[in-house]
């Protein structure tokens, strides 16, 4: 990978095939074209695909990272991270430890979401190369969100953890994008906001 780590969190695309109600393939290959910098393959929840089925769709999403030259991370599943040679795995609080990830991943790029100071205090944030923070606003992606902790909490992380690269999570659309940088953060993950765009590729634009 060429961009360091700050640079690949700008816009961060995460999907699973239970976002989409179009090919998840093709939504990929616009967004990719149009500049997103990170891709996280979160195939989890109501819908989505298991075994090889779930396997099949991620190496399509893996080539066309390769492609756009775009980090490819895998969303908690430890068995898809050797079999699509992901770059990286991203896990929340409930996950697999980091500690034991960065153990048997010391070249990957590892990141961990946290929502409240509890959390992070609890969290071996030295081993993470970011953290996901969020929900900063309400999401109806997942049912299971947390309680939503505003932008307060991107400029408390921020003031905290001065170089420590952040990417905002949760509710983040075109519209709002811009308030996330501004409050610190340096980057955006969307979800829907381009899995639902009538015009992928405008959408990637303006986030």
Not at 2 to 16: D, N, P, Q, S, V
Not at 71 to 86: G, Q, T
Not at 108 to 126: C, F, R, T
């Amino acid at each position: 990978m060429t961009l360091a780590i700050t640079e690949t969190l700008r816009k961060y695309f995460i999907m699973g095939s239970q976002n989409c109600d179009r090919d998840p393939i093709e939504i990929l290959k616009v967004a990719a074209a149009a500049g997103i910098t990170a891709f996280q393959f979160r195939e989890k929840g109501e819908g989505s695909l298991t075994g090889n089925k779930k396997l099949e769709l991620g190496k399509h999403l893996r080539e066309i990272c390769c492609e756009h030259n775009i980090p490819f991370i895998v969303n908690d599943d430890i068995e898809l991270v050797d079999l699509l040679e992901a770059d990286g795995v991203h896990v929340g609080q409930d996950d697999q430890s980091v500690k034991y990830l960065r153990k048997l991943f010391p070249n990957k790029i590892i990141g961990l979401s946290v929502s409240n100071a509890s959390e992070v205090a609890k969290s071996p944030i030295s081993l993470v190369d970011y953290i996901g923070a969020g929900p900063i606003f309400d999401t109806g992606t997942k049912p299971d969100a947390k309680t939503v902790v505003g932008l307060e909490w991107i400029i408390a992380l921020r003031e905290q953890f001065p170089k420590l690269p952040i990417v905002g999570i949760g509710g983040i659309s075109p519209k709002n994008a811009a308030t996330v940088i501004d409050a610190g953060a340096d980057g955006v993950s969307v979800i829907s906001a381009i899995t639902k765009a009538e015009n992928i590729k405008q959408a990637v634009y303006s986030i």
